[in-house]
């Protein structure tokens, strides 16, 4: 997972992350997470944040073999 692209994608929004917790039903802390990198969320929990954030999977998530 690359938390650069769902945080660049989510201040490109103008969301902070409370913001987007709130769109995604998650706590503050784990969007900050997801965002170092240091917590890798389920499938459901990626499909809401790309819902909120109005990017796909492949857009936020995917990761090239050169990452």
Known sequence: M???RV???RLERGLTQ???ADL???TR???GLIELDKYNPT???CKKI???LDKTLDELFWEDENE
């Open 2 to 4: 690359h938390q650069n």
């Open 7 to 9: 945080k660049k994608t």
């Open 18 to 20: 409370q913001q987007l």
């Open 24 to 26: 995604t039903k998650v």
């Open 29 to 31: 802390q784990t969007i």
């Open 43 to 45: 499938l459901s929990l």
């Open 50 to 52: 790309c819902y909120s």
